[in-house]
């Protein structure tokens, strides 16, 4: 077994892998770059080297630096985690030259499966069913039309050493086809420096579903089930679980065994994920296969009870599998939500910063894989994940009621996070019910995701818990006067709740049922609420008639803010006499930025399409704005004339910096 293991990665990653080595009494090793200084996989390492600066292309992705780690710390093998150099042969060729065992599979199945297009052939070769399509290199965007004519819109291109959802492109007729190629080609030469696209089918009501295979170097391999994570925006995965509620045994099987028959082809060794595209009829195809440890792998662990971690470290080792086929079984229901640092109401921008407050849930069945800490920073040179969050359950409707609930308790401040977009995906009905394709987000948030459009099982719960703590502030105003309730003063009773902005109104009656317990009477439905809730606590946990509720707070001047079940409202408790003087005050209007072209995130400009002077029209390219290696492409919403451009190409952009300006 190896001494000292040392992580060529970041993050949760870093951290999920130190502490399975911790486990078995491995030593490890942290690298870092400047702006991970201070990050938690640093903290957690037995011994950490600086590797450069914090662009990944100057430290993570540096090969030599990477090498000279293990040699001053003494390393014997390497762990890659996902992403940077987990899928790159030349480090793996690199590592053997200087004894360093890599923990993953060999050159020869990485570079074959790396490259989309062999992958596709080598499948087809191995008795994979795999989607029709063209799978020799596209020469340029005609091509691209051309092709696309022959397979038939729609189609899909895709980056050949593309992954993460960069380079990939969906076209439904030929100038989405033009465009889509432009767009591919440089998201794939950005990110993997190829910038080969090839085209394929696109199916329609398509579901994504993986099988996680585990292989050793004495020719056994197994599969442990799969993953569906048909959930994705932009072609990057937001909810995964496992096992599919989509899927027969009889289907599982058949999906298995043809992975199996991938991996010996190309005699794999260590962790590996073939990934397949499902249609509403159950034929699924072969998408692709990822040679290492997959983001969403927890889950697969919680189904089957297996260690990933562990059993590629003991496959690189040389060790034999501990386990056949026949003794993998799939045991209760796993779901994984991926946070990220984004805002979903401003269409998922990126949002970096330090965490000032941070709180992750804690609960039966509730496991946090992150590389954050309060205090700590999201960086803008890397993924902005914060973490994942894994709830495991002894069938999916627990599984999903136990995100639902850490969802609720998971309190982050400092940055924009996806967690209200995360619970409306999980109370969503057609969630509940299964019913998953890979258009699922787009098809149920076509303007883009809104709190209004959240559904609430009670939306009277906020507007009690609303009530409930003015009772408690109301009633220690009057104590901190001397005024006690029942003595000199008496708190009103009586109130109206006013939520998001007047927008509606409740009227409440409130009361202390006893030390413990608060009554509030709302249209003729009595509301007990049992809680131990303090003044500064940003979590607000209560029994409300029986059922465990979790709701975050926040103060919002003389109002509050209130996060539950994915919706954010506002509310603010008054007396009847305010609430009706409420009605005649002026709402203050937003100033007008039609006449601008706004970054709608923080990124680079890579492309400045006018000047001043140009007459555009609706729908025209106007600038594309770079930012997590994705091209956002910024168009004009009217016709106009351009009488400003306040950005040059190169300039990295903060939120809502205006780019260009209008007649």
Request: with cysteine; aromatic share 8%.
């Amino acid at each position: 077994m190896f001494k000292k293991i040392l992580v060529a990665n970041r993050g949760e990653i870093a951290c999920r892998v130190f502490r399975t080595a911790k486990a078995m009494g491995i030593g490890t090793v942290a690298v870092y770059s400047d702006a991970d200084r201070d990050a938690l996989h640093v903290s957690m390492a037995d011994e950490a080297v600086h590797i450069g600066p914090a662009a990944s292309a100057e430290s993570y992705l540096v090969i030599e630096k990477i090498i000279d780690a293990c040699k001053q710390t003494g390393a014997d093998a390497v762990h890659p985690g996902y992403g940077f150099l987990s899928e790159n042969k030349t480090f793996c060729q690199a590592l053997d030259k200087a004894g360093i065992a890599f923990i993953g599979p060999g050159e020869h199945a990485i570079e074959s499966m790396g490259d989309k297009i062999t992958s596709k052939l080598i499948a087809e070769k191995a008795g994979v069913n795999t989607i029709p399509g063209y799978t020799d290199v596209v020469r340029d965007s005609e091509h691209a039309v051309e092709i696309s004519a022959d397979i038939g819109y729609p189609v899909m291109l895709k980056a050949s050493a593309g992954g993460g959802g960069k380079g990939m492109r969906v076209a439904w007729n030929e100038e989405e086809c033009r465009d889509g190629f432009e767009r591919a080609t440089n998201e794939a030469r950005s990110s993997f420096g190829d910038d080969r696209v090839f085209i394929e089918k696109f199916i329609q009501e398509p579901r994504h579903i993986e099988i996680q295979v585990m292989a050793d170097s004495h020719g056994n391999v197994v599969y442990l089930g799969e993953r569906e994570c048909s959930i994705q925006r932009r072609h990057q995965k937001v909810i995964e679980e496992a096992p599919s509620p989509f899927l027969t045994e009889e289907v599982r099987q058949k999906m298995g065994e043809q992975s199996v028959a991938l991996a010996k082809a190309v005699d794999y060794k260590s962790a590996g994920t073939v990934e397949f595209i499902a249609d509403a009829g159950m034929n699924f195809y072969f998408l692709e296969m990822n040679t290492r440890l997959q983001v969403e792998h927890p889950v697969t662990e919680y189904v089957t009870g297996q260690d990933l971690v562990e059993l590629m470290i003991r496959v690189a080792a040389g060790e034999k599998l501990p386990l056949v086929q026949e003794d993998v079984t799939l045991t209760g229901w796993a779901m994984e939500t991926r946070v990220y640092a984004e805002d979903p109401f401003r269409n998922f921008m990126p949002s970096t910063g330090h965490l000032v407050r941070y709180i992750p849930p804690e609960g039966e069945g509730v496991r946090v894989d992150t590389g954050v800490y309060e205090g700590g920073e999201v960086s803008m040179f890397y993924d902005p994940m914060i973490a994942k969050l894994i709830t495991y359950g002894k069938d999916r409707k627990e599984a999903t009621d136990r995100m639902v609930d850490a969802l609720d308790g998971y309190y982050i401040r400092g940055v924009n996070h996806n967690i209200s977009f995360l619970n409306a995906l999980m109370v969503h009905p057609r969630f509940v019910a299964g019913k998953l394709t890979t258009n699922f987000i787009a098809e149920e948030y076509p303007q883009g995701f809104s709190a209004d459009l959240v559904p609430q099982d009670d939306p009277a719960i906020c507007v009690v818990v609303a009530a409930a703590i003015n009772k408690q502030y109301r009633d220690r105003c009057a104590m901190i006067s001397g005024q006690l309730p029942g003595h000199e003063y008496t708190p009103s009773s009586e109130w109206v709740v006013m939520m998001d902005n007047g927008e509606a109104e409740y009227e409440v009656s409130v009361e202390n049922d006893s030390d413990a317990a608060i009554g509030v009477e709302l249209a003729g439905k009595r509301y007990e609420i049992v809680t131990n809730w303090k003044f500064g606590d940003p979590l607000f946990k209560a029994d409300i008639n029986g059922q465990a509720v979790c709701i975050q707070i926040d103060v919002d001047g003389s109002s509050l803010k209130m996060f539950h079940r994915g919706a954010e409202k506002h509310a603010f408790v008054v007396t009847a006499r305010t609430a009706e003087l409420n009605k005649h005050m002026l709402v203050k209007e937003a100033p007008d930025m039609s006449k601008f072209l706004l970054s709608p995130m923080p990124g680079l400009l890579v492309k400045l399409a006018v000047k001043e002077g140009d007459t555009v029209k609706e729908g025209e390219e106007l600038a594309v704005v770079e930012a997590m290696k994705m091209e956002n492409s910024l168009r004009a919403n009217a016709d106009g004339v351009v009488v400003k451009v306040s950005a040059d190409v190169g300039d990295s952009l903060m939120v809502d910096q205006a780019i260009v300006e209008f007649e």
